[in-house]
């Protein structure tokens, strides 16, 4: 499913339910779950970013064609905005409800495209340089950071968004997996759970001074 929040205030919205996609959204008070507004689109394995009130959802697909649908949460209601310009499966995603960063997915092939949205349209900005899907992305939209995911092959790749281009870091995640959740800033990220396959739970650590992006390393705990 798509996700935006903290931990105490979380967004859950789309997904997959045996045997189709889902249009549900769930919200998190750091106790229990309550069901909110669904969705417009039904759909499943979409970008999200933002708040619990203030959320972003964009992309996905059916269990035919990728979309490229876009809607903003306000806290209790769903909002058609303008499509993304390339439709994806399983990209990264960071940002805000206003200012957002799409990285990667799959459109039939797993692709490098990365779109930029400000709150009204998408942009297609410089593309990363692994092409990839169900990958790992946390930040904001001018310092993000993209790892792991499939480029047929699982991938340890890491990659760190300056605004402008994309750089490859030479440190890279200790496991290779895809469908892993993650979450932070480009300073200090997690990446959880994936599948190598199998489906495993262990969780990486990205850290260090934002003053020395490129010796950051990622750690198993």
Do not use: D
Request: glycine share 16%; net charge neutral; aromatic share 8%.
């Amino acid at each position: 499913m798509g996700s935006a929040g903290t931990q105490t205030a979380a967004l859950g919205f789309g997904g997959y339910i045996n045997p189709g996609t889902s249009a549900a959204t769930e919200k998190f008070n750091g106790t229990s779950w309550t069901s909110s507004g669904n969705m417009g689109t039904s759909r499943y394995a979409l970008g999200g970013c933002g708040t619990q009130t203030a959320a972003l959802g964009f992309s996905g697909g059916t269990a035919g064609p990728v979309l490229t649908a876009t809607e903003s949460f306000n806290g209790s209601t769903w909002t058609s905005l303008s499509p993304v310009n390339t439709g994806r499966k399983q990209p990264g995603s960071a940002g805000t409800q206003t200012a957002a960063l799409m990285f990667g997915g799959y459109t039939g092939a797993h692709s490098s495209a990365t779109e930029s949205w400000n709150g009204t349209s998408w942009t297609t900005v410089n593309s990363l340089n692994t092409a990839r899907s169900a990958l790992g992305g946390a930040g904001i939209q001018t310092l993000a950071v993209a790892f792991g995911g499939s480029t047929g092959t699982l991938t340890t790749a890491t990659e760190l968004w300056n605004g402008t281009s994309w750089t490859t870091n030479p440190n890279s995640m200790a496991t290779a997996r895809n469908y892993l959740g993650s979450a932070g800033t480009q300073a200090s990220a997690i990446g959880f759970g994936g599948s190598t396959p199998p489906i495993i739970a262990s969780t990486e650590s990205w850290t260090g001074p934002s003053t020395t992006l490129n010796y950051k390393t990622l750690t198993t705990s």
